[in-house]
């Protein structure tokens, strides 16, 4: 997984609900770097961390393709001190509250799907390569 999540992903969905067509900037999105570093965008501010992913457990077979599930973490988050919209705000809380704890992560058809500890889905599709966050 590790190597399946680096790179930038845009959210499509935050615990559940949807994003609307609003202005790109508004849309949070995440970059995880190979070294366990993780920054992006809430939505409004910018934010910076840590991250680690540990795989559900094998069959022990060591040609067994890397594992695309398991249980993603991040360290503590940091952000600027923006302010915006109360719905941005309001979408990124959820962000930061989904970056508080830890995640069932799973790629599925492409794309990034976070399961929360009450059930809540986000989804992220990866972002075009030459738009970075």
Do not use: C, I, K
Not at 36 to 57: E, K
Not at 73 to 84: C, E, I, K, S, Y
Request: charged content about 20%; aromatic content about 6%.
């Amino acid at each position: 997984m590790d190597e399946v999540v680096v790179g930038t992903w845009r959210f499509t969905e935050v615990a559940g609900a949807p994003l609307d067509d609003g202005p790109e900037r508004a849309h949070p999105a995440l970059t995880f770097s190979g070294d366990g570093q993780v920054y992006g965008t809430g939505g409004v501010n910018r934010l910076r961390g840590t991250w680690s992913f540990a795989a559900d457990g094998g069959d022990g077979d060591a040609d067994a393709p890397a594992s695309t599930t398991g249980t993603l973490t991040f360290g503590p988050v940091v952000t600027t001190l923006m302010a915006g919209t109360p719905e941005h705000m309001a979408r990124e809380r959820a962000v930061l509250d989904l970056l508080a704890h830890p995640v069932r992560a799973a790629v599925v058809d492409g794309a990034l799907v976070l399961t929360d500890g009450e059930g809540r889905v986000s989804r992220l599709l990866p972002a075009p390569a030459e738009e970075p966050v």
